[in-house]
């Protein structure tokens, strides 16, 4: 539940309060998405429609979820747990799996260190957010996420790998990442447990769920160890602005958004980069607004991307004035663009003199690099790109590569 | 899958006779499909298992059933990196293609 938790972190009137995430997805029959530990107490479940949940708990506060808010603050955790190892996995919902392969010297076992050396990454957070930090360490992902589950605030439990086998026995089958079909067949079969699932037969598991059977079994007894894959973690520029009286008024918004993006492409364009990925964000005391947006090809043009980005805002505009304007650039490029091997009057072959070289003209220094592969390898490769049908709607028909005879 | 290009992509000894080569020739890859049938993960080159952020457009070809029919559902993606690439799926073998 770490979306309440952060909607409680940055409104701490509602500690202790029953609190309810609606589902963003329902828009029209609103759900319950996430609930605080008070509103459950009085009755309150996931999934139950609001208008019920009202009916069980009268004081019940009812909140719409802030989605770039959880993103932008899982990217903050995942950039803190970083500083343990590089290989980060953030599997949603507040769960982080770290790969912490080959740094023993490190975070030496023990469960004093490891939960020091977590918290240590947190000194920013409020204690509130850290003192709810779950900690499992075992091998693999599915084991350690096991040991998360089973483990206390500040009693993190450390899995050696020869008691993993021991260790996964008693755990509920329902843990097990398979089909819901199989899970209730194997429960119907009065299976409780890990431990009973790895008493059966693995020709028997095969013959009654074929190779997903044999698949759970494996799991069972820790013999599939699934590995962390990391994010990919996306290096990014942020440029921001502050305002003393908020910003409502979209014209201004989008002249300051100007502004920013003059700065934010000039140290770009000092670094020989274009830009694809561009988010802008919008924060106020109590909420947040951003628009991501993916160029078709990079750019570092002004006012191209100042074009694209305002219609964007025009689209959709923010919901309250904004009190930060920030502006990031996610994805880079620092190779010219593919479009540009067809723009003839761009790319004419040049000699280093500067003497341009006329259409279709081989330079002498190709030449002499075509007959020396020739003669070394009987054959060159070298080729041109000529249009072949650049309007076909199939994209390797559009144009091809041609050998260049001399 | 050379049956289904116009243009020779076969080996350098054989280039040196055609001259021309297909740019961009569509590659096997791995697509995960969601109950819909839709596209969710992408599997790069280097093994990587890409979620697809947003699908951006998507087209059809059926084509030259005369000869070597080709048939074919296409689909420019958004990758969560901001990669922008185009797959499709070959609807006669049902396999996937990335250019």
């Known amino acids: 539940m770490l979306q309440i938790r952060l909607e409680i972190l940055r409104n701490p009137n509602l500690q202790n309060t029953p609190v309810v995430l609606l589902n963003p997805k329902k828009i029209n029959r609103r759900t319950v998405w996430q609930c605080s530990k008070e509103a459950l107490g009085m009755g309150v479940h996931l999934n139950q429609p609001v208008s019920q949940a009202f009916s069980f708990c009268q004081n019940l506060t009812a909140l719409e979820p802030d989605l770039d808010y959880y993103n932008s603050m899982e990217i903050n955790i995942s950039g803190n747990l970083s500083r343990l190892s590089p290989e980060i996995e953030s599997a949603g919902n507040g769960r982080f799996f770290v790969n912490v392969d080959g740094l023993q010297h490190l975070h030496k076992f023990g469960s004093d260190r490891i939960r020091e050396n977590v918290h240590r990454q947190f000194d920013q957070f409020p204690d509130s957010l850290v003192s709810c930090i779950r900690i499992g360490w075992a091998k693999g992902k599915f084991a350690s996420w096991i040991a998360a589950t089973t483990a206390r605030p500040n009693k993190p439990v450390i899995v050696e790998d020869q008691k993993l086998i021991s260790f996964l026995k008693p755990s509920p089958i329902s843990l097990l990442p398979i089909d819901k079909d199989i899970m209730r067949r194997l429960q119907q079969f009065g299976i409780r447990t890990l431990g009973e699932l790895t008493l059966l037969p693995t020709p028997t598991l095969v013959r009654q769920f074929g190779e997903k059977g044999e698949i759970a079994r494996t799991w069972a007894t820790g013999e599939k160890i699934d590995l962390v894959q990391p994010n990919q973690s996306l290096k990014s520029t942020r440029h921001s602005m502050d305002f003393h009286t908020p910003i409502g008024n979209v014209e201004i918004l989008c002249k300051s958004l100007k502004k920013l993006l003059e700065t934010a492409l000039a140290d770009l364009k000092h670094q020989n980069q274009s830009v694809q990925g561009i988010r802008i964000k919008g924060l106020w005391t109590k909420g947040s607004w951003s628009l991501n947006h993916i160029l078709r090809n990079p750019s570092i043009s002004h006012e191209d991307i100042y074009r694209t980005l305002k219609s964007n805002i025009l689209v959709s505009p923010p919901t309250s004035p904004i009190e930060k304007l920030t502006l990031e650039f996610f994805q880079f490029c620092t190779f010219e663009l593919q479009d540009d091997f067809f723009n003839h009057e761009k790319n004419r072959w040049e000699v280093p003199n500067n003497k341009k070289i006329a259409k279709g003209k081989i330079p002498s220094s190709l030449r002499e690099a075509i007959t020396e592969m020739k003669l070394r390898m009987g054959f060159s490769p070298l080729y041109r790109i000529v249009e072949i049908d650049p309007l076909s709607r199939i994209p390797e028909r559009r144009h091809a590569l041609l050998n260049i005879e001399i | ?99």
């Open chain 2, 1 to 99: 899958m050379t049956t289904e290009l116009p243009l020779s992509n076969e080996n350098r000894h054989d280039d040196r006779v055609t001259r021309l080569r297909i740019l961009n020739p569509p590659l096997p890859t791995r697509i995960d499909l969601d109950q819909d049938g839709m596209p969710t993960y992408y599997r790069s080159k280097n093994g990587k298992h890409l979620r697809i952020s947003i699908i951006r457009e998507r087209w059809r070809i059926d084509d030259e059933w005369w000869r070597e029919e080709i048939s074919r559902d296409y689909f420019t993606l958004v990758l969560e990196n901001g990669m922008i690439i185009t797959v499709f799926q070959n609807l006669l073998s049902h396999k996937w293609y990335s250019h």
